[in-house]
């Protein structure tokens, strides 16, 4: 966060409504480096205001260059064009992947729950960042979360799900949500849900929570999590308005020690 404590600060949607443009905009500047954004715990993105109206100038004349910030302050970079064909080569793979494992298994389908593969769930090493900021950033369609997701694999809060020894989903997970643990990411490969690796990674955090409570959270427009964590067990526990415009957060819990009995 450093850079915007103190600054007056607008959100991607506040940006787009000042410069009547569409919130896609605002996200094609940020990721071309154009516009400097910073990123306030897990989802949200503020921008200072002062950098959103150094993007509007003079149409004709001499223009005078706003302050421009160094490339070590922007949390957010571009996705190179070797990072894009990385990510497509990894879906590629993946699929490849799957359709030799369904005709192994001479079309069976597979087993409906991961957990069975418990082994394939590990805490997530440095080799393993590369594939989790791709897939991260496949899914988002942004690579805004690299830095997070780097700081996460250095701190050991980051586990991954293996298939076939590729890494086909990831959670981060520590204790952060006011001193208490909490799920902040979970991520399952687009070729490898339905399949109980979600479930395979949370029931892990399960295991490997040092508390007897475990936090989560999801937009309340995110239907699939929230039929997964009603399928775990979870519970709500409050919302929390204002991070996305009109989609509040649902924050959900699972009392462990209680639910396990
Ligand atoms: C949400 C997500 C993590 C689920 O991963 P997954 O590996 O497919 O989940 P599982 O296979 O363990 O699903 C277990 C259960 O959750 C529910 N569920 C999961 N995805 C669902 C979907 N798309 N629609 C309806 N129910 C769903 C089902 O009850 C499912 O059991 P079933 O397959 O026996 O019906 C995955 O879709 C994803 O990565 N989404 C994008 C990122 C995201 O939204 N992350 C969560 C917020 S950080």
New binding site residues.
Partial sequence: MAGIVGEQSLSVTEAASQLHVNKSTIWRWIDSGRLPAYRVGQRRVLLRKVDVENLVVPARGNVTKGETMNSAQRTIRPFTAEEQERAHLAVEQARKLQAAQSRERGGKPFS?S?ELLGQDVDRAGHSDAEAICNLDAM?LGRSERRDYLEAAVRAGHCWVARGAGQVV?FVVFAPTFFSQWFIE????HPG?????????LIVHCEAACQANKLFTS?NAS????Q??LR?LKYRRSGRIDNLDEGDPEIIYVKRLQTDRQ
Avoid at 185 to 188: D, P
């Fill in positions: 409906p991961w899914v989903g990411l979970l991520i399952v490898f849900r339905r399949q109980g690796v979600a479930t395979a999801t995110n239907t699939s999590m039929r997964l399928k």
